[in-house]
């Protein structure tokens, strides 16, 4: 607030803040009217809040001296009414003689004492650099950092804040993500809004995901086919360096237990030595403890006799031919039969048959990737020993203006035609394809007339020829020229116009197109009147028969009224005097022009009001609407602002803009779901116009040792002091698959299977994975090709569980099939052998929710258990249809706990 100024007047006292002039600066209070008293304070008060620049506001200097104001300044020289500006006022006994000069208290000038004496004092402030006053100095002081500023001439709503060195500078709206829609929320702060739009193209950096799309925020790509078409390999792809190959060591057991068997990344299953002293068959019935060789084959210590080589049976001719020497079956040849692996291929390969000893190509599994080499398929794979395509490739452009076909070798082609085609444009006609594009020849709208402008509807083709009256202007004043549609230019003569010859001794006027005029000089005597006539009612109008010119004397009339022929004047205000009509400044009245953004004024040479415009920028209310911001004056028209942005981020409320009182947020329907913000709660819905949070999120990690609630979205398990649990079995699946768990399935290509993958593991390496190798979907057909129901179990093994007659199961859970009711299920179930109970007890089924792809669920489930029980997973898709482009089920972090004995 600003402090006042206490003067001493002869009764009492006043107060005396400065005002404004705006043509000669500040000057005392005494000599101001008050309402532009008022008006100046108001200008220099918005110029503080709003920095108007270089705005001069030039104030009295200050003297703390007490004979400015009483000695002989305004009061005593008597003001306006006495002895004001012309004799006791400024000139005499005002500011000069016994103002500031007329006595001092000795301290010298102060520059200032409130912030608005510095108006004018400092130029050039900003709206983050304002004009203060410090200790009697004014100085240019920055406003605090953070400060909300608008620069002049920006729109409100910029995220503006004052920086440094008194600067105003808006908030960097764009992040640079494409996947969110960046903009100023109503001047405060920079949001940057997720978007989910699938027609986004964006680049995630992660080579394992490509043709990325917008999806709540994120660019989300899908994954990249790491497929070597090695089938003993793992192939699974890595953030940051991509696809990787891990050989399968379990995946190249070709049936002989004396050879080591190993997965070449490249080449596949191959022979990498021998299993000297292992446990064999040698397929003869007369020999006993067979054992590897170090040569690979495989011989037993004979427990019979034999005379002939037909006594010698062997089952397996792959292993050699059996002969009898000394009475005793032995094998002679060359040893087990090696297959050339050369000729194998993807789908098929050498192996040797055991009833003929040969090489023979067997076919591997159906379903197995390969590479067809035909361009003109998008899938392969193999089938009874043979690659074969499917899915051919999206050959089709969708452009009529080329051939789409396919090459085995190349791929897809387009061959761009010549035949006819639709542009879309119905200002063209003929149209047809060429270079694979639409063209036609544009239509013809030309009238072949100058003054009219030719056109054409691109929507319905219609021709239109605008006539233009301006392009027959022939210059004449005696004529109306105009353009008339479909004829031209038309000249026709106008009588009625009014035209000049320039000379003041003739009366001109239009007559069949042309100026036509009439002598007026000389004057005479007896029509004196009619031709001396200087319309000047303050003189004698005569004629000089002699000098053969009129005469116009002084009549004697001062005083009456006449018309000045000023056309801005109004009619009859002036007064004659001494022949002249003198002006009394009776102005016309021009205010049924002014407006808002205009001022009503006289045109001097023709009498008429018209609007003048207002300065560009003025405010205004365009609209009559609460709804519109920041009208403004703009060639003379008040023009609408922007709109107000009426969104109070409630979403239990409906926002919307009155007219006449603005913004309105009204509550929504009751139960709409909302988020209240509370990550604990589930369930959230709209009361009232306000988010009621719904249930709390249920916590438990089914162990009796811990206190489970619910913290910030995420559920924690304090342990209970003296407590104990005893951890019987648990699995990360992260080095190597665990040989004593059983797993079975009813297809070879979809089962369970311990998988080392980071990419599909809660933690660590690898999981327990049911789906196929590829991961590409859990399908299975039967030998005619029909979808079939494809199930499988995967049990843990036996464990001591001591006096527990409980336990508490914990896995982690990535789901990624189907959830609708009745089909793909995943169950927790146990087996007891010896036992009445029923052969598998279930405890635990997939709730129907969709959990998403990537998206792991801690599962607890609480099992009663005995002697001789197993815990197992069962998985069954139920039907053998909708299938396709799942990746199937994950199971990581495996633990079963109980209490201590």
């Not at 040569?295 to 080589?309: E, I, M, P, Q, Y």
């Amino acid at each position: 607030m600003m402090k006042a100024r206490t003067l001493n007047f002869v009764e009492g006292t006043h107060t005396r803040p400065p005002t404004v002039d705006l043509v000669r600066g500040v000057r005392a209070p005494s000599r101001a009217k008050p309402a532009a008293m008022a008006f100046a304070l108001a200008i220099a008060s918005a110029c503080l809040s709003l920095g108007c620049g270089n705005v001069k506001v030039v104030e009295d200097p200050i003297d703390d001296a007490t004979a400015q104001d009483s000695g002989g300044g305004d009061v005593t020289g008597g003001g306006d009414a006495t002895g004001g500006d012309a004799t006791g006022g400024d000139a005499t006994g005002g500011d000069a003689t016994g103002g500031d000069a007329g006595g001092s208290d000795g301290g010298g000038k102060l520059q200032c004492i409130t912030d608005y004496d510095c108006n004018g004092v400092l130029l050039g402030t900003t709206p983050c650099r304002l004009p203060m006053c410090q200790a009697g100095t004014c100085a240019l002081v920055d406003t605090a950092k953070g400060t909300a500023c608008q620069n002049p001439g920006e729109l409100v709503g910029e995220c503006a804040t004052c920086g440094d060195a008194g600067q105003c500078v808006k908030a960097p709206v764009d992040d640079g993500n494409p996947c969110t829609k960046d903009y100023c929320d109503q001047g405060k702060a920079v949001v940057h809004e997720p978007v989910t739009d699938l027609t986004i193209a964006c680049e995630d950096d992660d080579v394992c995901y490509d043709n990325g799309t917008c999806v709540e925020g994120e660019c989300a790509g899908k994954p990249i086919d790491c497929s070597d078409g090695v089938a003993c390999t793992f192939d699974t792809c890595e953030k940051g360096s991509g696809c990787k190959h891990t050989a399968d060591v379990g995946g190249c057991d070709d049936g002989d237990p004396c050879t080591k068997d190993a997965c070449d990344l490249k080449a596949g299953c191959k022979a990498s030595g021998t299993n000297t002293g292992a446990n064999c068959d040698d397929g003869n019935s007369c020999t006993e403890k067979d054992a590897c060789l170090a040569d690979g084959s495989c011989v037993g210590t004979s427990t019979c006799a034999c005379k002939l080589d037909t006594d010698c049976k062997n089952a397996n001719l792959c292993l050699g031919t059996m002969a009898c020497e000394k009475g005793i079956c032995v094998t002679k040849g060359t040893g087990p039969v090696a297959c050339d692996q050369k000729g194998n291929t993807a789908c098929a390969k050498l192996e040797c048959q055991p009833a003929t000893g040969k090489c023979e190509p067997t076919a591997v599994s159906d379903g197995l990737a390969c590479d067809d080499g035909d361009a003109c398929t998008t899938e392969s794979g193999c089938k009874s020993g043979v690659c074969a395509g499917s899915k051919p490739p999206p050959c089709n452009d969708s452009n009529d203006c080329t051939n789409d076909s396919c090459d085995p070798k190349s791929g897809c082609k387009q061959v761009a035609t010549t035949k006819p085609c639709l542009d879309d444009n119905a200002c063209t006609e003929k149209d047809s394809c060429a270079n694979g594009a639409c063209v036609g020849v544009t239509k013809a709208c030309d009238d072949g007339l100058a003054c009219t402008v030719d056109s054409c509807n691109k929507t319905t083709g219609a021709c239109s020829n605008t006539p233009q009256d301006a392009t027959c202007d022939d210059k004449n004043l005696c004529t109306k020229d105009s353009c008339v549609a479909g004829k031209g230019c038309s000249l026709t003569a106008d009588d009625s116009a009014k035209c000049t010859d320039g000379d003041e001794c003739t009366n001109d006027a239009c007559k069949g197109g042309v100026c036509a005029s009439v002598n007026t000089c000389p004057c005479k005597a007896d029509t004196a009147a009619k031709d001396c006539d200087d319309k000047n009612p303050c003189t004698t109008d005569s004629c000089d028969t002699a000098a053969k010119k009129c005469v116009n004397s002084p009549n004697g009339a001062d005083g009456k009224p006449c018309d000045t022929g000023d056309k801005c004047q109004q009619p009859g205000s002036g007064a004659c005097g001494g022949g002249t009509c003198k002006s009394s400044n009776t102005h016309l009245d021009c205010s049924s022009k002014s407006g808002p953004c205009a001022t009503g004024t006289c045109v001097a040479a023709t009498g008429a009001c018209v609007a003048a415009p207002k300065a560009d920028g003025l405010g205004c209310n365009a609209d009559s609407s609460a709804c519109t911001a920041n009208d403004a004056c703009k060639s003379g028209t008040c023009t609408p602002g922007v709109a107000l942005y009426c969104n109070d981020s409630n979403p239990c409320t409906a926002d919307s803009c009155n007219k006449t009182s603005g913004c309105v947020s009204i509550g929504t329907t009751s139960n709409q779901p909302c988020d209240d913000g509370d990550a604990c709660s589930a369930g959230d819905t709209c009361q009232t116009g306000k988010c009621t949070p719904g249930k709390q999120i249920p916590c438990s990690d089914g162990s009796n040792c811990t206190n489970d609630y619910c913290k910030n979205g995420a559920c924690v398990a304090e342990p209970i002091a003296n407590c104990c649990v005893k951890t019987f079995l648990q699995h990360k699946f992260d080095v190597k698959a665990p040989t004593d768990w059983v797993l079975t399935q009813s297809n070879d290509l979809v089962r369970w299977r311990f998988r080392l993958d980071t990419g599909f593991a809660y933690s660590g390496a690898g999981s327990l994975h049911y789906g196929s190798l590829e991961m590409k979907d859990i399908i299975a057909k039967d030998a005619a090709g029909s979808l079939v129901q494809n199930s499988g179990s995967a049990y843990m093994p036996q464990f001591p569980t001591g006096t527990a007659s409980s336990v508490t199961l914990r896995f982690w859970l990535l789901w990624d099939a189907e959830v609708n009711d009745g089909y793909d299920k995943l169950s927790v179930v146990t087996k007891v052998a010896g036992s009445d109970l029923p052969a598998i007890q279930t405890h635990w089924t997939l709730p129907k929710f969709q959990l998403g792809p990537n998206s792991w669920h801690q599962v607890t489930v609480k099992i009663p258990i005995g002697k001789g029980t197993q815990i197992g997973f069962l998985f069954d898709t139920v039907d053998g249809a909708a299938n396709e482009n799942w990746k199937g089920v994950f199971i990581d972090d495996v633990v079963v706990e109980g209490p201590c004995d």
